[in-house]
């Protein structure tokens, strides 16, 4: 079970979520449901109808980026952050949201989708 916490103004409420995986479609987080728990808009997560600048996960977590083409990478790390229309880890940028797909920081291929587990 792996959590999301997404976190706003200082003086804002934070919300958890939790689930055995996530997938960063496009400009929707789904749980292993299937369930849209969270979407971004340009640079603002909106979950429950609450707004939220980022979210944290602490892992380890697993990450499989799927590339448009049909391969595959899985990759784990200690945390990551979702911050504005960024994903990073503590050290680099991993993907960033481009209009409504992602796209690898390191290869600047587009993603068809981020798994977290």
């Known amino acids: 079970m792996i959590q999301l916490r997404f ?3 200082p003086n804002a409420e934070t919300k958890t979520i939790r ?3 996530f997938r960063l479609d496009g400009t929707r987080v789904m749980n292993a449901k299937g369930t849209v728990v ?3 808009t340009p640079g603002i997560w909106k ?3 609450r707004c939220a600048t980022r979210w944290t996960c602490n892992g380890p ?3 499989e980026f799927e590339f448009d ?3 595959k990478r899985r990759q784990s790390y200690p945390s990551l952050y979702g911050f504005g229309a960024v994903l990073r880890d503590g050290t ?3 993907a960033m949201l481009d209009g409504e797909h992602w796209r690898s ?3 600047r291929d587009d993603l068809r989708a981020i798994t977290l587990s």
Request: hydrophobic share 35%.
């Open 92 to 94: 680099e940028y991993l």
């Open 105 to 107: 920081f390191q290869t």
């Open 47 to 49: 979950v429950d109808g």
């Open 69 to 71: 083409d049909g391969r």
């Open 38 to 40: 969270a979407e971004v």
């Open 61 to 63: 977590v697993s990450v």
């Open 7 to 9: 976190e706003g103004a």
């Open 19 to 21: 689930s055995s995986r």
